[in-house]
């Protein structure tokens, strides 16, 4: 009788804690003018977990775990963007915006 009353509470607690432990992470990128990005790189460095934005510009991490996190978004010819996230995310799901990144030279000598 103690055994089974052992079993049940201990499956209730580990039930608990992997349901209370697990969160997700959602958002759109898009870039400045609210056009969407496809295929955008969404990572948290300090659990080592990514994901990609869909055609939609959306993107979803799950199985995160309580805490505060470095976002970082990167797309080919846009700058980098970082935020500082606190999971589980409250409110609204997240909006990035990148910004145009350009490099401009003032000048530049071809040899041959």
Request: aromatic share 12%; hydrophobic share 50%.
């Amino acid at each position: 009788m103690i055994r089974q009353l052992f079993l049940v509470a201990f499956f209730f607690v580990a039930s608990n804690l992997s349901v209370s432990a697990q969160h997700v992470l959602k958002g759109v990128v898009t870039d400045q003018h609210g056009q969407v990005l496809e295929g955008a790189n969404i990572w948290i460095s300090e659990l080592r977990k990514g994901a990609a934005s869909d055609a939609q510009g959306n993107f979803s991490l799950a199985g995160l775990p309580t805490g505060v996190f470095t976002l970082e978004v990167s797309f080919v010819g846009f700058s980098n963007y970082r935020q500082v996230v606190s999971v589980p995310q409250q409110g609204a799901d997240l909006r990035i915006a990148l910004e145009d990144f350009s490099y401009q030279v003032d000048a530049f000598i071809v040899t041959g």
